[in-house]
């Protein structure tokens, strides 16, 4: 019977930094490399992490419509 390699993961329980994607790879790169010094093979983040997608936000949406102002913080987070 062979054995199976082990792989330690981490799972990054995080948020990106709204509206600056530049700031947010900055911070990934930061919990990445505190993963790997705990020991971490492998690090998972929260789906679109990097895409900044901001929690909370509805960009004034509401069944079937948008506001002006949703439409200017939809385009602030892309």
Not at 4 to 20: E, H, M, R, W, Y
Not at 43 to 70: C, H, M, N, Q, W
């Amino acid at each position: 019977m062979s054995s199976k390699p082990v792989v330690t993961a981490a799972v990054v329980q995080a948020g990106s930094i709204l509206f600056d994607t530049a700031r947010t790879l900055d911070k990934l790169a930061d919990l990445a490399s505190d993963a790997s010094a705990r020991g971490a093979d492998i690090a998972v983040f929260p789906e679109a992490f990097i895409g900044g997608y901001p929690k909370g936000l509805d960009f004034g949406a509401t069944v079937g419509s948008r506001t002006p102002a949703g439409r200017d913080d939809f385009l602030r987070s892309n």
